[in-house]
């Protein structure tokens, strides 16, 4: 049994379609696209679709793209010691992120260390 409020939103409803406001909307006629956000805790579920229609990333995603920039850049880079304060920058921004998730310490991203750098460097040569 509906409620009078539901009453009075069906009523608008059935209004709305015969005056034809529903006509042409975007994806009229297409099955609807769901989201998979079950990687998303469900705390943050609903903070994260408020920010992302309003066009903001959340800080872990900004993070990601950093890093990956980072990287590519990184494997770029011909000068040693360029490459060192690259990977000090890479490093703190792999701390950052792994501080920001809150979880166990085996998913964690590993940062990156110059000895492997080094060894890449000398092997090339």
Known sequence: ??????KIVEERIRQAQKKGEFDNLPGAGKPLKFEDD???????RLAY??????????PEIELKKEINH????????????E??????KLNFLIM???????????HEIPQRYMADVMERIGSKG
């Open 70 to 81: 980072m990287e590519d850049l990184l494997s770029k880079m011909d000068d040693t010691a």
């Open 49 to 58: 679709k408020i920010l992302k229609n309003a066009d903001c990333i959340p």
């Open 96 to 106: 950052k992120l792994n501080s920001l998730r809150n979880t166990s310490i085996t």
């Open 83 to 88: 490459k060192y304060r690259t990977i000090k």
């Open 1 to 6: 049994m509906l409620t009078g409020f539901e």
């Open 38 to 44: 079950s990687y998303i805790m469900e705390e943050l």
